[in-house]
């Protein structure tokens, strides 16, 4: 087949590693060709371009800016992209016909770029469903159901009605995402809506004692205390005010350290903390070489994912695979909305608390310190059975077969 894969997704190469890249690396080796457009933003400069593998070929779209900028912005690309796409498709991929097209959320834009290939060329579709927009945003105050913001939100809404009516697939992340999504779409049939987890491929990256020991020593994380990490999104879903409340109630333990690696919208606010902060249990990191960070997360002892409480929508991030690949266990402290906790526990990979009360990561904290962190093997386990990239790959290949010749 000829699968065209659209995305927000800036990556040059399949060979990069990612819940997307790794999964279209899976469907190439199982003999298709893969097509994608992974839009460049304009703040990284750049024009638009073909970058031409053996059996995919990749189109650096060059777009506004939607990431990690202001709401205006972001709502002017987002409102914009369908149209880039279309045109970005006729021009560079005129000649092809696909038979597959694969997208994600966000953004819930891709519409009118669907309808057109889909019409165009017959080609049957799978949406991976890996954000619930705009409903997300009206959780966070972001958005509103009434007055001005409400006409925004029911535009966004028909988006989304419309992206899921002309998806022939759509893959969840999880079975709460899969009964959020049926019992907020009455109208859709029950047996349209799969489960597509966010899957890597399994590769093992914790470190030996002298890994562990060097990389601390590189970048200044103590080698006697219990370390726990977290890695990526610095932004108004993950409460960054949660996550520096909950770390400075640990301010009087000597046994423990927080390692804050990431950027986002937020990122001041942990930058703040950290700066006036009269204690010295917690190291921020913007950015680090990707090598040396796999290498320093698996060196550190638990993986940290936070959640605002106010989500109604299942969130799933993707970061618990990169603490499952380094056998970390893993503390959660998120919304009651998501099954990510549940998971955690019933796979006896670690531990999980709701984010509403820094109480309750107290408590929660006094049952890590005393537990045996091996269990993090436990999750590299099941990470195997269950978010595995090639074993993800097979099913979408197989979902796609049978709407194909239904």
Request: aromatic share 10%; with cysteine.
């Amino acid at each position: 087949m000829n699968i065209l894969f659209l995305s927000l997704l800036d990556f040059n190469s399949l060979d990069e590693r990612g819940i997307y890249t790794d999964l279209l690396r899976y469907i190439e080796y199982a003999g298709h060709t893969v097509f994608a457009i992974s839009p460049v933003e304009k703040r990284n400069g750049g024009e638009t371009r073909l970058i031409r593998e053996e059996t995919s070929c990749i189109l650096k779209l060059k777009i506004g800016n939607i990431q990690k900028t202001n709401v205006v912005e972001k709502g002017i690309t987002t409102v914009t992209l369908e149209r880039r796409f279309v045109n970005a498709i006729k021009k560079y991929f005129g000649d092809v016909k696909f038979d597959l097209l694969l997208y994600p959320t966000p953004p819930i834009t891709f519409c009118g770029a669907v309808e057109y290939v889909k019409k165009r060329d017959g080609a049957k579709s799978y949406l991976m469903l890996k954000d619930i927009f705009p409903q997300n945003s009206v959780d966070l105050g972001m958005l509103s159901t009434g007055g001005l913001k409400g006409l925004i939100y029911q535009y966004f809404c028909a988006k989304e009605r419309k992206l899921y009516e002309i998806s022939d697939r759509i893959g969840c992340m999880s079975q709460a995402n899969v009964d959020y999504v049926l019992e907020h779409n009455s109208w859709l049939d029950a047996e349209k809506v799969t489960m597509c987890p966010n899957a890597l491929e399994v590769i093992d990256k914790s470190v030996d004692s002298n890994t562990r020991t060097a990389i601390r020593n590189k970048y200044g994380v103590p080698l006697d205390k219990k370390v726990f990490v977290y890695g990526g999104n610095l932004g108004r879903p993950q409460d960054i005010k949660h996550l520096v409340a909950c770390i400075d109630s640990q301010k009087e333990k000597d046994d423990v350290f927080f390692l804050v690696v990431g950027d986002g919208t937020d990122y001041d606010v942990m930058a703040d903390y950290v700066t006036t902060a009269s204690h010295d249990k917690v190291r921020l990191m913007q950015r680090l070489p990707r090598e040396d960070y796999d290498t320093l997360v698996g060196a550190c002892d638990v993986g940290l994912i936070f959640l605002d409480h106010r989500f109604t929508i299942p969130n799933f991030p993707s970061r618990l695979l990169s603490y499952m690949q380094a056998k970390l266990p893993v503390l959660a402290v998120t919304d009651a909305n998501t099954d990510i906790g549940r998971i955690i526990e019933d796979g006896n990979f670690g531990w999980w608390c709701e984010s509403d009360f820094v109480d309750k990561f107290v408590t929660v904290m006094e049952q890590v310190m005393h537990a045996d962190l091996s269990i993090g093997q436990n999750g590299f386990e099941y990470m195997k059975e269950h978010y595995n990239a090639e074993k993800v790959a097979k099913q979408v290949l197989a979902e796609v077969e049978r709407i194909r010749y239904k």
